[in-house]
């Protein structure tokens, strides 16, 4: 037996891979003290997002830039550190965003938050337009030489890209990216150095990318985390407590269902799953045939997204959903509407314990029955709930559903790229 054990430890050894478990906390302070009136103010931003997320990639082929215009900022920041010595950065996590992106000084034009400051760091270097990752930001192929000086070294890649209302200016640079106790070198990121128009939507600091693209978390770091990652976010009634990032295959729910993960080649960051039904209580929601189907010409079928605020369904699938929902419910004085949501009942009259819980049904016998501060949600100033999601806003291609925070509050999200699937477990993160 001895001669076998060695070899055993060596490969051990060998695969060890990485885990790190980071804090998530939210975005911003309550911008009111009722979570309802906090959830409404926060979504404001989500047609933006639903227009980023279902508009498709103007062109094929290499160039196609799976960053898009529209984006809106992601409600949950991680604590990270960049360069040597690390700065200290709070990144948005973005789920449907492949670049990590920073503030960089000088900047008189980025959010006056503490910016990451290039020339403190040892290991800051700017990346050459040669450099793989600089036409999938630039959205066209460099030159193979200076036109005019075949001798010159090629320029530094720069990149500009619109965020909500605003657009920056960037250098693609590469340096230490620090997650927990992980330290990755030759990270690349967008060194932010201007920015136009009003910066009060955008990450105050930066991005984490967490799509599936290869500027993405996951593809720069190789098997150093196993192609795997999840979170818990914090549910909004606790602002002050935080959830976590978990990165790496060590610590995974065991108890995690997994839905396959759908590729769509035109959005190739977003993470599609395939939703196969929606229950209201016990009853199944009655859906057009075909409201669910997976399309990759046209975007269709369903998101999950670390940065919509409230789950959004197609005009067809919402009201259905809608439908069941209100027979459950059956409110005496009806129904009235609050923000985006449409389905907002008197609890003087109907015990908000009462209303059913909703499922999201998905393929692989995933059976996602939504915790009930995901499915409704309480005005603390009146006696009102209302149904916590809403129909895809009319003005954009909507074909998308989007699986959004709201819902996934107090639940852990493992996105295993590495196997193409997507688990859920229930966890109490706060
Ligand atoms: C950068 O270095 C300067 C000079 O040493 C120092 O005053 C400043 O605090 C540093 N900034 C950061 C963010 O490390
Ligand atoms: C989605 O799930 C349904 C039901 O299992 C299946 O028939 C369909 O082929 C799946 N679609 C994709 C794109 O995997």
Redesign the pocket.
Known sequence: MAPTRLPLLLLLAATVAAAADLSVYHNVHPPSASPLESIIALARDDDARLLFLSSKAASTGTASAPVASGQTPPSYVVRAGLGSPAQPMLLALDTSADATWAHCSPCGTCPASSLFVPANSSSYAPLPCSSSMCPILQGQPCPDRDPFDSAAPLPSCAFSKPFADASFQAALASDWLHLGKDSIPNYAFGCVGSVSGPTSDLPKQGLLGLGRGPMALLSQVGNMYNGVFSYCLPSYKSYYFSGSLRLGAAGQPRSARYT?M?KNPHRSSLYYV?V?GLSVGRSPVKVPAGSFA?DPSTGAGTVVDSGTVITRWTAPVYAALREEFRRHVAAPSGYTSLGAFDTCFNTDEVAAGGAPAVTIHM?GGVDLALPMENTLIHSSATPLACLAMAEAPQNVNSVVNVVANLQQQNLRVVFDVANSRVGFARESCN
Do not use: S
């Open positions: 396959p759908l395939n196969t997976f393929d």
